[in-house]
Structures are given as C-alpha cells and as structure tokens.
C-alpha cells in the first residue's frame, strides 16, 4: 500500500522562508514530486526528485531522504503569489499517487 | 496542442444521468491519465492510457465509470448513472514518457456537480 502524509496547512510571512515535509510509505518507489496549485487551477510541475539529497531552482528546492521516506520542499523569501496548496506526490510504479496537500497562507 | 485541453469547464447532472468529459493530450505525449479530485482535496488516480491501449485502470470504478482513447479523437470518460458523491473536479494529464522522469501536465480541469 502507500500512505503520504504532509500538513493540512501552514501559514507563514511575506519574505521569509518555509520548509514543507512530506513522508511517505510505498513499495515501486521511483520518485517523489511537488506540484503547486492554486485554487481553482490545475497543478503545475515544481520539481521531481529520485536520488537523494537537495535541488535548488530558484526560490524553491526540493530535498528527498529515500531511505527515511521523506521530503521537504523549501520556498524562500516567500510572496504573496505563493499562497497556494503544495502537493507532494510518489512515482510509484509508473502511477503518480498524491498526497492530500498543504495549503499554504501568506500573510503581509 | 502545446496544453492539455479539457472541455467541458463545468457540467451539472441530475442524479442518475450520464456524465462525459473529453481530454485532448499535448501533441507528442502518449500517456493520458484521469484524476478526480474531491473538494480541493486528495487526487485519486482513476486511469491511464498509452496510446490507445489502457495503461492502469486500476483506480477506476467498474461499475458505472469507463474510458477510452480512440485515434484521432480526445480522450473521454464517461460516467453512467451518475451519483451525488460523483460531484468533483476531473483533471486529465499527460506525458510524453512513463517510468523514471515523466512529468505530467495536467489539464485545467472539468468540474463536474451532481444535483
């Protein structure tokens, strides 16, 4: 079976720095995705990992741990454009499965 | 297309009636997949096509939910007989390639109420 599971929400500042975790449990593990959606929308690609270790582009870098099962997506010096909800996702087995999401509030 | 499209943008149903959506995948990219989506929340992986071919169909309800990809048509899915719980956002995807790597591109989405 697989469970994902990520925060339900978070909130955090306009400027600063936010770090969003993902663990996961699958078996056919191949690879871990962040999608951001903003409401209403359809997702949109952020980043895929498969090895382990940190990829930074831009604002945003995306860490995975494949033998702790875990994840986190790092956004730094946040906007207000960033409120949206962050889905983490395993490439498992040629099928993607999505975790429920974090939704994520910027204040000014 | 340079996007996946989807149509339509939204569909009201009665109980009981059928439901069909259509997904025209970017051009070049031989991997459809459906998701529903249920307020906001968790995607759930219905089906996924290579070509014509089914891919996955292991998210699917049999009874009432089917799909297809026919040559030179758009994808679609259909929902017999539909029910109040079917009411969600039906987001279409592809990709040029499967396994390790592929990104999918996901469609804006077909809102779907069932009255």
């Known amino acids: 079976g697989q469970n994902i599971d990520q925060p339900t929400e978070m909130t955090a500042t306009e400027g600063a720095i936010v770090q969003i975790n993902c663990t996961y449990q699958?078996?056919?593990?191949?690879?871990l995705f962040w999608y951001q959606q903003h409401a209403g929308e359809a997702p949109t690609f952020l980043s895929y990992?498969?090895?382990?270790g940190l990829e930074e582009k831009g604002r945003f870098s995306s860490f995975l741990s494949r033998s702790k099962g875990y994840s986190y997506l790092l956004l730094k010096e946040l906007q207000m454009k960033d409120s949206a909800s962050y889905l983490c996702?395993?490439?498992?087995?040629?099928?993607?499965?999505f975790g429920k999401g974090t939704r994520l509030h910027i204040l000014p | 297309g340079e996007e996946v499209a989807q149509t339509p943008k939204h569909l009201v149903r009665g109980e009981g009636q059928k439901a069909k959506l259509y997904c025209a995948p970017i051009?070049?990219?031989?991997?459809v997949f459906w998701y529903q989506q249920v307020l906001k929340n968790e995607f759930k992986f219905l089906i996924s096509?290579?070509?014509?071919?089914?891919?996955?169909e292991t998210g699917m309800p049999k009874e009432r939910f089917s799909a297809k990809c026919l040559p030179n048509s758009p994808c679609s899915l259909e929902i017999q007989a539909t029910k109040l719980e079917d009411s969600a956002v039906y987001f279409c995807?592809?990709?040029?390639?499967?396994?390790?790597?592929?990104?999918?591109?996901f469609g804006p989405g077909t809102r779907l109420t069932v009255l």
């Open positions: 995807a592809s990709s040029q390639f499967t396994g390790v790597g592929n990104e999918q591109f």
């Open positions: 996702a395993v490439n498992r087995d040629d099928k993607i499965i």
């Open positions: 699958t078996s056919g593990f191949n690879g």
């Open positions: 096509f290579q070509n014509e071919n089914v891919f996955d």
């Open positions: 990992n498969v090895l382990d």
């Open positions: 051009k070049g990219h031989s991997y």
